[in-house]
């Protein structure tokens, strides 16, 4: 298996009831495309037969299948990482194993990046999804893009392809907690997006409660904004702000009805706003800081350079 052109990578956790029906379908859409490619599987831990039928998968096509398997259950992103490190394919593709997003779509993928796009995200046709997680993700995509000026329609569609220089870029990082279509769309030069077929789940159960939904859309705004630490430090400054000119106008007001009294019980009050505003405002810098340690030890690539002009000897 030399440099193949495409590579597929596909992260794998308790699905063993829809692999037969993944592979029914995988290799022969991508057979169709008549280019060289492999498909690496990345095993997450699964506790059911998931291994060992990636382990038979491997061995009746092993020209153009690889198998990663965990020890243990590490989560959807950091298993697509493992196979973004092994594959080596001059495009990647990420797919989901259960055949939410159809595996016929890949040669649409492709022919987008032939166009010179080096990110080609996907947005879901028709979502049949339950209602809630649409309207919940609906909610955060606004959200999201507002913080983090990263535009995608569909933030929990996996089907995408990337280039090369993307995945090197998103290799190098060195972080913990990421989403993948973020990350990669932050090194992208020349994005976009197309639509793709969606359907039920083919077998198994999502493997995403509403709290690991959250946690994600969590990991999706810290990773990529410090903007809820300022929010902070603005607020202290604003609760400060306005405690100080409470007491201007406390002040005054005593002043004009003559009763001058220079403390009572509503200037202590006051105060202690003062001093959360400002105990705020110093969390927001504090926060600042480790914001700045959290972007230092992330490591990731500071730029990426598309070309250098220059003669040389
Ligand atoms: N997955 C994984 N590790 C996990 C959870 C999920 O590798 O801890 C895989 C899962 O096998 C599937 C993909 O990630 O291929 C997406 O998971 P799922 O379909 O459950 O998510 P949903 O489509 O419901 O968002
Ligand atoms: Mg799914």
């Known amino acids: 298996m030399s440099s193949p052109l495409l590579s597929v ?57 690889r198998v990663v398997l965990f020890n243990g259950n590490y989560g959807q992103h950091m298993a697509i990482m493992a196979g973004f490190e092994r594959c080596r394919g001059e495009r990647i593709v990420t797919l989901d194993a259960d055949l939410q997003n159809p595996p016929e779509e890949i040669g649409n993928l ?25 309207w919940a993700s609906k909610a955060m995509n606004r959200l999201r893009e507002r913080l983090t000026h990263i535009k995608m329609t569909d933030q929990g569609c996996m089907l995408r392809a990337y280039s090369r220089d993307i995945i090197s870029a998103i290799n190098q990082s060195r972080e913990i907690s990421t989403y993948i279509p973020a990350l990669a769309y932050s090194f992208a030069h020349n994005p976009t997006e197309i639509e793709v077929e969606h359907e039920e789940r083919s077998a198994g159960e ?28 603005l607020f202290g400054m ?23 009294t220079f403390w009572s019980i509503w200037d202590r009050d006051i ?35 598309q070309a250098v002009l220059e003669k040389t000897e």
Do not use: H
């Open 271 to 305: 105060l202690e706003f003062f001093l959360i505003g400002v105990v705020l405002f110093g969390l927001g810098i504090i926060g600042e800081y480790v914001g700045r340690i959290y972007q230092q030890v992330r490591d990731r690539p500071r730029y990426l350079v």
């Open 238 to 260: 604003l609760v400060a702000l306005i405690s100080v000119i409470a007491y201007v106008i406390v002040m005054v007001q005593r002043a004009l009805s003559g009763s001058w």
């Open 110 to 134: 492709m022919a987008e990046m032939d166009k010179g796009f080096d990110y080609v995200g996907s947005i879901r046709r028709k979502r049949q999804d339950v209602g809630w997680r649409r």
């Open 206 to 233: 999502s493997k995403y409660s509403l709290y690991k939904l959250i946690r994600l859309n969590f990991d999706l705004v810290t990773g990529f904004s410090v903007v809820p630490l300022q929010m902070f430090s």
């Open 9 to 65: 990578v596909i992260p794998v956790y308790n699905e063993e009831a829809g692999l037969a029906s993944l592979f029914a379908r995988l290799y022969p859409a991508l057979d169709k495309l008549a280019i060289g490619y492999e498909i690496i599987f990345v095993n997450d831990g699964s506790t059911d037969r998931s291994a060992a039928l990636l382990r038979e998968q491997f061995q009746s096509r092993p020209d153009v299948t």
